[in-house]
C-alpha cells in the first residue's frame, strides 16, 4: 500500500502545523504498513506444535469409546455365525432298573442311550446365514459411527482453524485501533480534530476486546469438542491447525446421489436387515420339516459278565403338524419384519437423497459466498481503508470514516474466513451421507483455489 501525502492549500497556509502533519503522516503510514504486514503474516505457523488433520482422525479411530463400542457389538455378532451354524449337542443317557428290589446301589440292569438330531431340512444353514447378515449391518453400523465421528472430527478442526484465525485477526485489529487512538490524540492535541475522535477511536476498540472473547470461547468449544472425540481430557492443549486449502468440487447430483444409495452405511445396514428377515422367513418355512434324531440304545445286565449283551437303534421325529398355529405365526412375524425392512430400506433411500440434494446446496452456497468475498467484497472493502486512510492522513476525511471503512473490512475478513470452514465443513458432512470420501482423483473438474 502506497501513502500519499497532499500538500494542500490548508497546509500552506498555516506553515506551523506541516511539520505536525508531516509527523502525523509518517505515524499512520509506519501504524498501516505495519498493519499489513501483520496481516501478511496472519497464517498459522508449521511449527513443531502444529495440529495436522491425519493426526486427529488417527486418535479418533484409535480412541474414541463409541467407536470401540460399535466394534465390540459388531465381533460380537460374527461369533454368532458358527453357533448357528453348528448342529445341536449330541444327548447321551443311562436308564437305571431295579427289579425286586427298593435300594438304590443296586440294580438288574442298565441301559445306555446316545443320540444326535442330523439337520436335513438345512435350519442350521439358514440361522447361520441370518446371523452373518445380521453381523454385515453391524459392520456396517460400525462404518457409519466411523463417518460420524470423522465428520464431526474434521468440522471441529476446521472451525478451531477459523478460531485461530478469528482470533489473530482480532489481536492484528486491536493494535491498529490503539494506533489509531494515538493517532486521534495527536491530531486532537494539535487542534486538527476534536477530542470526540479519540473517544471514539477508544470505543472501537472495546468492542474489539468484546469481540475477543465470543471468539476465545469458539475456540475452548471447538478444542473440548475434539479432545472429547479423541477420549482426552477436554482440557488438555492441542496445537493449532494448519491453513487448510480452499478446494472445489463439482460433483453432479445425480452422481452423488447413485454414491449415497450404493455406500451410505445406514443404507448398506437396511439392505443386509432385509437379508436377515428373508432367511428367517425361510427358516420360519422350514420350521415345518422335522429333523430326525438317531438313537443307538445299549443294555447291560447284572450279573451277566458286565458287557453290554443287548443294543437297539431308532429313529425319532419331533410333530410339528399339531401346532399349526405356532408355526403359522412364526411364518407372518417373519414375513412382517422382512416388509418392515423394505419399508425402512424406501424411507432410507428417499431420505438420503433429499439429504443429499440438501448438503450440495449448502456447501454450493458457502462456496459462493467464500468466492463472493473472496473476488468482491474483500478487496472493495481494502480499497476503501486505504481511501480512507489517505483522507484522514491529508485531513479530508473522519475518524468516523476511516473506522467505519476498517470495520467493514474487518467484518469481510471474518466473514470469508467463516465461509470457508462452512464449506469445509459441509464437505466432511457430505462425505458422511455419500459414505466416500470426495476428492480430486474421483473427479477431474476438481480444482484448488488460492488465498488472498
Not at 469409546?65 to 448357528?84: F, V
Not at 438317531?294 to 447284572?302: G, P, Y
Request: glycine content about 4%; charged content about 25%; hydrophobic content about 40%.
Amino acid at each position: 500500500m502506497k501513502l500519499v501525502l497532499l500538500a494542500t492549500p490548508q497546509h500552506r497556509t498555516q506553515p506551523a502545523l506541516f511539520p505536525i502533519a508531516c509527523f502525523l503522516a509518517a505515524f499512520l503510514a509506519a501504524t498501516f504498513a505495519g498493519l499489513h504486514a501483520a496481516e501478511a503474516q496472519a497464517q498459522p505457523a508449521q511449527g513443531t506444535n502444529e495440529l495436522s488433520i491425519q493426526w486427529v482422525v488417527l486418535e479418533v479411530l484409535s480412541n474414541n469409546p463409541s467407536l470401540k463400542a460399535a466394534r465390540a457389538n459388531w465381533e460380537a455378532l460374527k461369533s454368532r455365525i458358527p453357533q448357528a451354524r453348528a448342529w445341536e449337542d449330541p444327548r447321551l443317557g443311562v436308564d437305571v432298573e431295579r427289579s425286586g428290589t427298593t435300594r438304590f446301589a443296586t440294580f438288574t440292569d442298565a441301559e445306555w442311550m446316545v443320540g444326535q438330531e442330523v439337520p436335513v431340512s438345512g435350519k442350521n444353514r439358514w440361522r447361520g446365514r441370518a446371523a452373518a447378515a445380521e453381523a454385515e449391518a453391524a459392520q456396517a453400523d460400525l462404518h457409519r459411527r466411523e463417518l460420524e465421528l470423522l465428520a464431526r472430527a474434521r468440522g471441529a478442526y476446521y472451525r478451531l482453524a477459523n478460531a485461530h484465525l478469528q482470533l489473530e485477526f482480532n489481536r492484528t485489529n486491536e493494535a491498529l485501533l490503539h494506533r489509531y487512538v494515538d493517532a486521534s490524540r495527536l491530531k486532537y492535541e494539535s487542534g486538527a480534530r476534536s477530542q470526540a475522535d479519540v473517544f471514539m477511536a477508544q470505543a472501537e476498540a472495546a468492542r474489539i476486546l468484546e469481540a475477543r472473547r465470543d471468539i476465545e470461547r469458539r475456540l475452548i468449544e471447538e478444542q473440548s469438542l475434539l479432545n472429547v472425540l479423541m477420549n482426552r481430557s477436554p482440557q488438555a492443549p492441542l496445537g493449532r491447525p494448519p491453513e487448510v486449502a480452499m478446494r472445489h468440487f463439482d460433483f453432479p447430483l445425480e452422481r452423488l446421489q447413485a454414491m449415497a444409495l450404493e455406500h451410505r452405511p445406514e443404507i448398506v445396514s437396511a439392505r443386509k436387515k432385509i437379508e436377515a428377515a428373508k432367511a428367517r422367513r425361510t427358516l420360519a418355512k422350514r420350521a415345518w420339516i422335522p429333523d430326525p434324531e438317531l438313537r443307538v440304545e445299549a443294555r447291560q445286565f447284572n450279573g451277566a459278565g458286565g458287557g453290554i449283551q443287548e443294543y437297539d437303534t431308532g429313529v425319532f421325529l419331533s410333530v410339528p403338524w399339531i401346532n399349526r398355529g405356532k408355526y403359522k405365526a412364526a411364518i407372518a412375524e417373519a414375513e412382517k419384519m422382512q416388509e418392515t425392512g423394505e419399508r425402512q430400506l424406501e424411507a432410507l433411500q428417499a431420505e438420503t437423497l433429499g439429504m443429499v440434494r440438501t448438503q450440495i446446496e449448502k456447501a454450493e452456497v458457502s462456496h459462493h459466498h467464500y468466492t463472493l468475498f473472496h473476488d468482491r467484497l474483500l478487496p472493495l472493502a481494502r480499497q476503501a481503508v486505504q481511501a480512507s486512510e489517505i483522507a484522514y492522513t491529508n485531513d479530508r476525511g473522519t475518524l468516523l470514516e476511516l473506522i467505519s471503512a476498517q470495520r467493514v473490512a474487518r467484518d469481510t475478513e471474518s466473514a470469508l474466513q467463516d465461509h470457508r470452514a462452512d464449506y469445509l465443513s459441509a464437505i466432511a458432512d457430505l462425505e458422511a451421507m455419500v459414505g466416500e470420501p470426495i476428492s480430486s482423483s474421483q473427479n477431474p473438474e476438481s480444482r484448488p483455489r488460492k488465498e488472498p
